[in-house]
């Protein structure tokens, strides 16, 4: 079994949808530039309050990923 060495960076993604779009968003984008992602881990929820009603969510989570040779 090989030993593997992560890194992990946090990011915060949005969205008027919900919190797994607002995850989703950011998982998405982040796969742009940053390979072997393995996982993430929420750190913070909040959303932005218009008329009584949600109008966006904020999602941070922090993912892990793989570093390589």
């Known amino acids: 079994m090989t030993d593997h060495i992560y890194k992990k960076i946090e990011l915060t993604g949005s969205s008027t949808v919900s919190m797994q779009d607002a995850i989703e968003n950011a998982i ?6 940053i390979h072997d992602m393995r996982w993430f881990e929420v750190v ?20 892990g990923f793989a570093l390589t040779e």
């Open 28 to 33: 998405s984008k982040a796969s742009k530039t």
């Open 44 to 63: 913070e929820t909040r959303g932005n309050i218009e008329n009584g009603k949600v109008a966006h969510w904020q999602v941070t989570i922090k993912i």
